[in-house]
């Protein structure tokens, strides 16, 4: 699905997991320490997180259902 070898996934799982951010086996992760792992990510991750953000933001000019006083 990314585009990588699993060799790849699994050297770089290792690496996060002996620095302590994430625990990892037989293809299940959980992440540890979320701050530390978003402070080893490339600059990309806050642009892409903010972009996706506002992509499921609603637009201003969308209708507001209101449903106060209805049965």
Same mark, same amino acid.
């Given at each position: 699905m990314m585009g990588v070898n699993r060799k790849s996934v699994?050297? @770089?799982a290792q690496t996060l997991q002996k620095a302590g951010l994430i625990?990892?086996?037989r293809? =299940?992760?959980q992440v540890r320490d979320r701050p530390g792992l978003e =402070?080893?990510?490339c600059e990309c991750y806050g642009v892409i =997180?903010?972009?996706f953000?506002?992509?499921l933001k609603p637009p201003?000019? @969308?209708v507001q259902e209101h449903t106060h006083g209805r049965k």
């Open positions: 699994t050297l @770089a625990d990892y086996r293809g =299940k992760m =402070k080893a990510s =997180k903010e972009r953000a506002a992509f201003v000019y @969308a």
